[in-house]
């Protein structure tokens, strides 16, 4: 409970005109309602999520929003990657036509990082933009993809790549929906948890080498603590950066090389995105490291830490087999990141201390590469 004997934490993301509360805490799918109340410019909503999240949480957050007399109608999608795509948009949107949405019926995002960036671009671009709010239900979503605004979906050009800004009204941040996540599922989100502490907080990841064990097991506690820890930052970082065009840019720590390694294998079960976010992570320390920016044994501590958390910290065992430097290479040249053709990394001074490296040698990048992939 909090000073409030309330049993969630309230941030804000200081946007302005656009700014909102995360509640981190428990209970929030099941009191949404109380929550929503008073927040929705009519009251009514469409409610989407995907099959597996239905099966758990749709019917409490039914309940909760016929208790608060908001009317409701549920879209469920498929769950998957796959559903992040144009024909599954027009099919959302189209839906939301046929369910007459109005222009002040709000939207509500009921899953992980896959219905909350299809969802969130459906509101932004349906009758010029709904109302929106985040239930994230997957530890990846609660950290990461449900706060600061980025919505869109994957074409055959690669991820993300059509998409639109569209900061949610509210995020509810509810632990207790983590106790059905997938085991893989939630190591994988554990590696945006990582990331955080990587990027600025040291202190955070010694808490994370004393209780991240005691986390991934189960404890709400702690896994309410992480949550609100990472999600602070995240607010902090979006406050001052909306639209990415300065410090944002350090959440994409372990990214350049996560989203290289992920484009490579398919974008699917074989190696999830925090796997690879878990990965790059190491990869960045490794080669901060190699270029003698940060201490060996910090970047032995990061993998280390991955490891034990049952992710993965090389990408020398890859699935499918050994690739190439110059495939990673390119593949990271592809990555919207990249400025004026040249990657622009995170690399690090040490742990929490995160920086964006622009002009990084080719040559350096590649040899570095070449030794990873090889193991
Ligand atoms: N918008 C952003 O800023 C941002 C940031 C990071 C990632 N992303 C995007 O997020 C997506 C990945 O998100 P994800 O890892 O949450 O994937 P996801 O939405 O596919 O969820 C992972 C799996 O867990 C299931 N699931 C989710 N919550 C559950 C629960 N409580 N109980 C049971 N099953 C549950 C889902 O059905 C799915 O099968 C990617 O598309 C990525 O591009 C966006
Ligand atoms: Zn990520």
Known sequence: ??????????????????????????????TAGRHLAGLLAQPRAVVVTDGNVAAHWLEPLGRTLAGAGIAHDAVVLEAGERSKDYAHLERLLDRLLDLRVERRTSLVA?????????????AAIALRGLDLVQVPTSLLAQVDSSVGGKTGINTRHGKNLIGAFHQPRLVLADVGTLDTLPPRELRAGYAEVVKYAL??????????????RDLLAGD??????????CCRAKATIVGADER????????????????????????????????AVAIGLA???????????????????VRRHLEAAGLPSSPAGLPGGRRSPDEVLSRMEQDKKVVGGEPTLIL???????????????????AFLADALSG
């Open 1 to 30: 409970m909090n000073e409030a004997g309330e049993r969630h934490d309230r941030l804000r993301v200081d946007l302005g005109a656009r700014g909102y509360d995360i509640l981190v805490g428990e209970d929030l799918v099941a």
């Open 348 to 366: 690090a001074r040490g742990i929490g201390q995160a920086f964006v490296a622009r002009g990084v040698e080719r040559r350096k990048l590649r």
């Open 199 to 212: 990027i600025g907080d040291a202190p955070f990841f010694s808490w994370l080498a004393a209780n991240g």
């Open 110 to 122: 009921l899953g992980g990082g896959v219905v909350g960036d299809l969802a969130g671009f459906a």
């Open 283 to 301: 990869l960045a320390f490794a080669f901060s490291a190699r270029l003698g920016l940060c201490a060996d044994e910090d970047a032995d501590r």
């Open 220 to 229: 709400r506690r702690k896994r309410r603590h992480a949550v609100l820890v």
């Open 244 to 275: 990415e065009a300065g410090p944002r840019a350090l959440l994409n720590l372990g990214h350049t090389f996560g989203h290289a390694l992920e484009s490579l294998t398919g974008y699917g079960d074989a190696l999830l995105h925090g796997e």
